[in-house]
DNA sequence: TTGTAAGCGTTATCAT
DNA sequence: ATGATAACGCTTACAA
């Protein structure tokens, strides 16, 4: 391993001082323009870059954005929905020179909160991705008023963006109303300790009556994970509690969704012909499973790249006044799991 | 948000001096175990924890690992077999006290090399997730003598842990031939840029030849990309060039074998009635698909993790001698895209 | 056993 | 327009 070169040795080297160097790196005081090219061609010809730890011990910026990442809801980075919102987030704010850290509740041999860590770490911001709204440690955060957002969670002070879960459901309804023309529609509800998942719940039972479907409270079942095996496992309840089939199932998510169809297929009952299914969040494997899964579209490209800008706002102009919540348009996406 | 209390601030807090503080930090010199018990009890009351970039530039000890994920093979962070591996790493080290950084070729306004991006950031040590092999920057890490390992190509110098491919191949061959009783195998095979596909055609072509099985060149095609549509449009291809329909079919990963279930399905042919499948991987999907993926299981959780004990080992111990590559087993899982 | 002081590589405030 | 110099918060000889 070579030795770094300091801001000293391109100084000597080019028989200026330290202080120059670093005026032309960060754009301010004044050099001359000819001296600011040459110190720059030759920064370039070396390949120079400065030691972040220096730059951030003495500026206080760190240009590093904290992730939480709550691993307790057993969806880590493997869960594909969520990665890829963070991988647009993560695309977004490299390009505009920040670096993504998750935040562990670990530093070396210290147990800390993510306030303590926040506050180690010097982070500019922090990206909520998947939190636990009864976290102490995330409230101490957004009242030490480093700049926050979320893609998951609502809280005060908290800046979120979210898909707009009640367009999502009212859409699918709708479609089941004019398009399948179906009135009996039976819901797979998610575990009700995601904010989204409650909204959707609550849109199903406003739109169910509003449109007169014949769905009754029987109808409405939750699974008890997030997942394909809670999926799996409620449509079978529901299935077993129900006194006449239901002609459409509407699923908290695609994960549920895929669950349900498996679940279905297991008891012979067959998709679409028997009973219908729509999923909800249109993550890759929804058009790959068989049968191709219905479902509501949430553009996660733009989920984290609006999060990306609204926290580089936040932390580069606090005093803008912006939405507290912005909230994204979704889509339907039909495919086999439903027939006209 | 309050101002952070420094070690000197703790030193006069306590009457003591700012060497002493950091003697016990670091649990090292001399300091009086009354002292110690004072001093920890105090920073623990307090919540201090000692700034992260002042230490990294003393000490040249940043506890932080870069990570290259190579992003032109179109996989990121979505792909669920490379990132539950690296999940499995990153809860390792940090467990051990690491970070983890992704290594990005822009750093604030400048952009630069994977080499200069370590030098930069003073990374302990480096992991390649995926990398690119013809990556000259890939070169110019292992050259400088920053501890690095992989759990996805060889390079010399480079430490890499990677599962079994060769055996892979062989039981899945061997279950073919005595559960099976097939001898008509044909396979898809990925493309060639990863050494962990070109490995496995070659194992297939061994193999083959040893069994006795009649499969011939045609038998044989390759996906154009690593997932589901690559196996899709390969898989049609195949049936295409061949003249007598093979009765097994082996896939070089899970992806690319959910992709010809769905070709051969949509050509009707019944799996595993008209034709088996045998996958590579056993990713999360693999036992939700429809049928149910017969699969070759890595053990993704045990990659992370050895690859992660490997670099701490290279970082913490320079001086041991370990093997340049370590080899997992593999297993094979059945289910229901085979049957005996 | 504890204190002192010199750096680590920057940035920023003064002088020049 | 450029040069000196004092921080930033920590580690580590070395001195007391």
Partial sequence: MTKKRTI?????????TPGTISKVLNHTGNVSSKTRERVLAYIKQVGYVPTSSARMLKSKRTYTIGVVFTEESA???????????????KSYVENEGYELSFIVRK?????????????????????????????????????????????????????????????????????????????????????????AFVERLISFRKYAKDFNF????????LSESF???????????????VKNKPEVILAASDDIALGVIKGLTSMSIKIPDDIQVIGFDDIAFAKHFTPALTTIAQDRKLLGETAAKMLINLIESPEDEIDEIITLPVQLV???STKR
Same sequence: chains 1, 2.
């Fill in 75 to 89: 969806i880590g980075l493997e869960h594909s929905f969520f990665s890829s919102i963070l991988q647009s987030f």
């Fill in 107 to 195: 530093l070396g041999k210290n147990h800390l909160t993510y306030y303590e860590w926040c506050m180690n770490k010097r982070v500019d911001g922090v990206y909520i991705v998947v939190g636990d709204i009864n976290d102490q440690g995330l409230h101490e955060i957004l009242e030490s008023g480093i700049p926050a957002v979320s893609t998951d969670m609502f809280l005060t002070g908290l800046h979120t963006v979210v898909s707009d879960n009640d367009q999502g459901i009212r859409i699918s309804m709708e479609y089941v109303r004019d398009v399948l023309k179906k009135k009996h529609v039976a819901v797979v509800a998610g575990p009700v300790t995601s904010k």
């Fill in 214 to 221: 014949s769905t009754s409270e029987e109808d409405i079942v």
């Fill in 8 to 16: 000293y040795d391109i100084a000597t080297e080019l028989e200026l």
């Fill in 227 to 241: 997942g394909f095996t809670g999926g799996f496992n409620a449509v079978r309840q529901l299935m077993k509690q």
């Fill in 334 to 336: 039909e495919r086999e």
